[in-house]
């Protein structure tokens, strides 16, 4: 059973997602803690509603980000997290955080990377003109938005999308996306090899194939 440290800096839809999957009889993971770096975060209070403990971790509490980053691992450690999910973490991750949870943190980013990394990233993909968008689930690396790639979903853009439009779409994708990649690693039929991505689903259910949300 994996224990899920989940990281917020908002709402927590995702995390919301991921809270009714753990409700599922046999997803194989379950939130130990739910982290934000913000006090106000709105997912906070949904976390707490739903009986998980919670830590605010304000990173203008903290000289440096090193030492922020460092009382968010001990809090981590301290609840059993063996995965760091990142759920609308909106705090860069260096060094510090990320050699000591190596291979065990990932993040949902929306657009189909390496298309549009960073921010504004609907409004890159309405001026880039793609047909296609979607989300993508990754390894967290320090090369933002640039870890090996667990997952992604597809879903059309249409004609007269606005950037909320679009983002209202992908995250109806997210929403199913996120919990399908914790429950590809929590039943071990999607792993990571060095950089590289292995899913031993057969075809057509593997991950190459992604997901389609229309
Ligand atoms: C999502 O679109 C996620 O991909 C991005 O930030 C948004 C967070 O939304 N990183 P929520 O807080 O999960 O509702």
Same mark, same amino acid.
């Given at each position: 059973?994996?224990?899920? @440290?989940?990281?917020? #800096?908002?709402? /927590? #839809?995702?995390?919301?997602?991921?809270?009714?999957?753990? /409700?599922?009889?046999?997803?194989?993971?379950?939130? &130990?803690?739910?982290?934000?770096?913000?006090?106000?975060?709105?997912? !906070?209070?949904?976390?707490?509603?739903? @009986?998980?403990?919670?830590? $605010?971790?304000?990173?203008?509490?903290?000289?440096?980000?090193?030492?922020?980053?460092?009382?968010?691992?001990?809090?981590?450690?301290?609840?059993?997290?063996?995965?760091? $999910?990142?759920? =609308?973490?909106?705090? %860069?991750?260096?060094?510090?955080?990320?050699?000591?949870?190596?291979?065990?943190?990932?993040?949902?980013?929306?657009?189909?990377?390496?298309?549009?990394?960073?921010?504004? &990233?609907?409004?890159?993909?309405?001026?880039?003109? $793609?047909?296609? #968008?979607?989300?993508? %689930?990754?390894? &967290?690396?320090?090369?933002?938005?640039? /870890?090996?790639?667990?997952?992604?979903?597809? $879903?059309? &853009?249409?004609?007269?999308?606005?950037?909320? #439009?679009?983002?209202?779409?992908?995250?109806?994708?997210?929403?199913?996306?996120?919990?399908?990649?914790?429950?590809?690693? /929590?039943?071990?039929?999607?792993? !990571?090899? =060095?950089?590289? %991505?292995?899913?031993?689903?057969?075809?057509?259910?593997?991950?190459?194939?992604? !997901?389609? %949300?229309?």
């Amino acid at each position: 059973m994996l224990k899920l @440290g989940i990281l917020i #800096s908002g709402r /927590g #839809s995702n995390m919301q997602a991921i809270i009714d999957a753990c /409700g599922e009889p046999d997803f194989p993971a379950r939130i &130990v803690l739910v982290l934000s770096n913000r006090p106000e975060a709105g997912g !906070l209070k949904r976390a707490a509603e739903a @009986g998980i403990p919670i830590a $605010v971790v304000d990173h203008k509490a903290y000289a440096s980000r090193s030492d922020f980053e460092t009382a968010m691992s001990e809090h981590l450690a301290a609840a059993g997290a063996d995965l760091v $999910v990142c759920a =609308g973490f909106m705090r %860069v991750l260096t060094a510090t955080f990320l050699d000591r949870w190596r291979d065990r943190a990932i993040n949902i980013h929306p657009s189909l990377l390496p298309s549009f990394r960073g921010t504004h &990233v609907h409004e890159q993909a309405l001026a880039a003109g $793609v047909k296609i #968008s979607g989300c993508t %689930v990754h390894v &967290v690396r320090a090369d933002v938005d640039a /870890g090996p790639i667990l997952g992604q979903a597809a $879903v059309p &853009v249409l004609p007269g999308d606005t950037p909320d #439009s679009l983002a209202a779409r992908i995250l109806k994708a997210e929403h199913a996306l996120y919990p399908l990649c914790i429950r590809g690693l /929590g039943e071990g039929w999607l792993r !990571l090899d =060095g950089d590289r %991505v292995i899913d031993t689903r057969p075809a057509p259910e593997a991950a190459q194939a992604p !997901l389609i %949300v229309p």
